[in-house]
């Protein structure tokens, strides 16, 4: 008798990702979803709790961006107001005298 080893099946990020969305939707139960795509329901576990989690992540950081601009956009404000702040003193005191 020879011992044959299982060979794991690999598959592809966007089969994946279509696996995991289906499942974070809910439309249907892992036992439907296992059966339709031929993926046991421990692997579509996996896969919606790592999509679920990088959904997480992307939007953390979409919310880290629109916050650094946001600081870029007020700092080039300030750097504006202190400008025209000092212009406004200068003609100022130049009505003055």
Do not use: C, P
């Not at 679920?52 to 750097?79: T, V």
């Amino acid at each position: 008798m020879s011992q044959t080893k299982g060979i794991r099946k690999t598959y592809k990020k966007e089969f994946k990702a279509k696996v995991a969305a289906a499942a974070i939707s809910g439309e249907k139960n892992l036992a439907e979803l296992a059966s339709q795509y031929g993926v046991h329901t421990t692997q579509i576990k996996e896969w919606k709790k790592a999509g679920s989690e990088a959904l997480n992540e992307r939007f953390s950081l979409l919310r880290g961006r629109k916050a650094k601009l946001q600081e870029r956009r007020e700092a080039a404000l300030y750097e504006q107001i202190g400008k025209l702040k000092m212009e406004l003193d200068f003609l100022s005191k130049g009505l003055k005298n």
